[in-house]
């Protein structure tokens, strides 16, 4: 398996654009998350999904944030309109259901920056 | 709210050292913890701790947990230039959903 893939790796765009990153994970998983990392805040859980539902979005900043799975193969997080504090790392992770969902699994990152 | 903190921030050795990196909680109803390794991408699973007491080990790395006391150590022994990362350390408990974070210890070490 080539693990959880995410596109693209690097994105730079000007404040108000809307930006949108996507997320392969692996097969089999049914866990899905979305997480943010800056210096300041560390890692921090934006969204996840259980088989392609989403279970807990409290950690999205604010509407500008949404996160969409459309099946068990793809998923992608948008931010629109984009701001210069939205400039951080996201990265998609999955896992395995049952004892082994807390055993996340990470995609490369996504490194986002809002000028 | 649960709550992660890791210390040191940051720590640098010589290569050969032996270091210690911590890590406290505090979180509703704990199920466990975990311990990753990030590198210039993405973070890398190393130790999972349900149990106080059982020493988690792979090669120089080894972990301990503390359910009474709140509390993990990381010890990696005979470091090498390649353990130069972030360690982070994360909780998995009832009282929140997905893991909780806490920001890392940031390792490097000298040849």
Sequence with gaps: DAGVIQSPRHEVTEMGQEVTLRCKPISGHDYLFWYRQTMMRGLELLIYFNNNV???D???????FSAKMPN???????IQPSEPRDSAVYFCASSLPGPG???LTFGAGSRLTVL | EDKVVQSPLSLVVHEGDTVTLNC????????SLLWYKQEKKAPTFLFMLTSSGIEKKSGRLS???DKKELFSILNITATQTG?????????ESSGADGLT???????IIQP
């Excluded at chain 1, 409290?58 to 500008?64: A, I």
């Excluded at chain 1, 068990?72 to 948008?78: C, E, G, W």
């Excluded at chain 2, 130069?84 to 909780?91: D, F, K, W």
């Design chain 1, 101 to 103: 969902a807390n055993v």
């Design chain 2, 63 to 65: 972990s301990i947990l």
């Design chain 1, 54 to 56: 989403p279970i807990d």
């Design chain 2, 101 to 107: 974070f806490g920001k890392g210890t940031h390792l």
């Design chain 2, 24 to 31: 406290s909680y505090e979180v509703t109803n704990f199920r």
């Design chain 1, 58 to 64: 409290s950690g999205m900043p604010e509407d500008r």
């Design chain 1, 72 to 78: 068990a193969s793809f998923s992608t997080l948008k």
């Design chain 2, 83 to 91: 353990d130069s990362a972030v360690y982070l350390c994360a909780v």
